[in-house]
Structures are given as C-alpha cells and as structure tokens.
C-alpha cells in the first residue's frame, strides 16, 4: 500500500517544527495539511478528514488536549486516528490523552524525522 492519498494532519505551534515534518511527509508521498493551534488544527481536521493527526499538546489560543475533547465530539472525528507529540513527559497528559483514544505519544527530544513516519506509515498499514 502506498502513501498516495492518505492524509496527514500536522497540527504544531512551533513553525520550524511543523515545516520540517511538513516537508518530510510531503516528500513521503502523503497529502499533508498544517495548522498552527488547536482552533485551525480542528478546522481542518473537520474539513479533511485526515487519516492520521500528528497533535502538539501545549499550543496557544487552543491546545492539544482541548482540540482533542472536541475532535471527539464529531461523528467522524471521534474514531480519527491521532498521535500526540509534546515536550512534556507527563504521567497526567498521557493518561488524559490516552483516555481521549490517542494511539500513541512522542516526546519531542525522543524521536527522528524518520521514526516519526515510521510510526505513522505503520498505523495506517503501509509498511
């Protein structure tokens, strides 16, 4: 199975971070989305419908948690598949999101580009 046509939804405050995974994904062959909080992450997931969701926790305007809690709420939105990745390695954030049906979690200091598309490639059944 290929990365054509599957979707990922880059939603990240930090703007080199997000560019560098956007960039990465793209040239992956995936159809790639970004937003730069919560509220535009949300916006776009609604709209697009995105096969995986790569989601920053601490964002301004809208974290990750609370795009989340809503994402959920939407008919199609609470079975989307998400992977959160954060800064902090904190048992509560986990457990929280965990809870919410996150399949996964990263610290950002613990991982590469490329593992990252690993993990993704291996959720969504490509490799």
């Known amino acids: 199975m290929s990365t054509q046509n599957k979707k990922v939804l880059i939603v990240e405050d930090e703007t080199s971070l997000r560019q560098a995974i956007f960039d990465k994904f793209e040239r992956e062959g995936f159809q790639t989305f970004q937003g730069k909080d919560g509220e535009e992450g949300l916006n776009i997931a609604l709209k697009e419908h995105p096969d ?16 989340l809690k809503t994402l959920r709420k939407d008919e ?17 954030y986990v457990a929280t999101a965990m809870e919410s049906g996150v399949f996964d979690f990263l ?3 613990d991982w590469k580009l490329d593992d990252l598309v690993v993990r993704v490639k291996e959720k969504l059944g490509i490799v």
Request: glycine share 6%.
């Open 52 to 67: 995986i969701i790569l989601l920053d926790i601490i964002m301004p305007q809208v974290d990750g948690l609370t795009m």
């Open 76 to 92: 199609w939105g609470k079975n989307a598949q998400v992977l959160l990745l954060t800064n902090l390695n904190d048992a509560e």
């Open 107 to 109: 610290v950002k200091s």
